[in-house]
């Protein structure tokens, strides 16, 4: 069973009444109010980071190989999206590109085949 676990001990410095340093224990109660707000923060903060983490994955797209000369196949790790582009770009195989800083001049989808 723990005890006290809405309260924090703080060191608190200061003088004695002879003006000598001394060091003693505080323990402040946490009100809700700043359990709350400190739950709130956490939970946005980790939302942010996985909306981001997310956004950054779905969007890039990952060279897989150079099929011919300015032919690249592209698959996209998040939504397993797979594309051959024709650019005029060099790609580099193993480098994650955005498909809108590629300049593309023919694209294709390939749909999902199963075996």
């Not at 000598?20 to 903060?45: A, H």
Request: glycine share 6%.
């Amino acid at each position: 069973m723990v005890k006290n676990q809405n309260k924090k001990v703080y060191l608190d410095q200061g003088r004695d009444s002879k003006g000598r340093f001394t060091t003693k224990k505080v323990i402040k109660k946490e009100s809700w109010f700043t359990k709350k707000c400190r739950k709130l923060f956490c939970w946005i903060v980790k939302g942010s980071c996985c909306m981001f983490l997310v956004g950054c994955s779905l969007s890039k797209y990952q060279v897989v190989q150079e099929v011919n000369v300015n032919l690249y196949h592209l698959h996209n790790l998040g939504t397993n999206d797979v594309k051959l582009i024709i650019t005029e770009d060099k790609l580099k195989v193993g480098e994650f590109y955005r498909l809108k800083d590629i300049n593309i001049i023919a694209t294709d989808k390939i749909e999902d085949v199963k075996n």
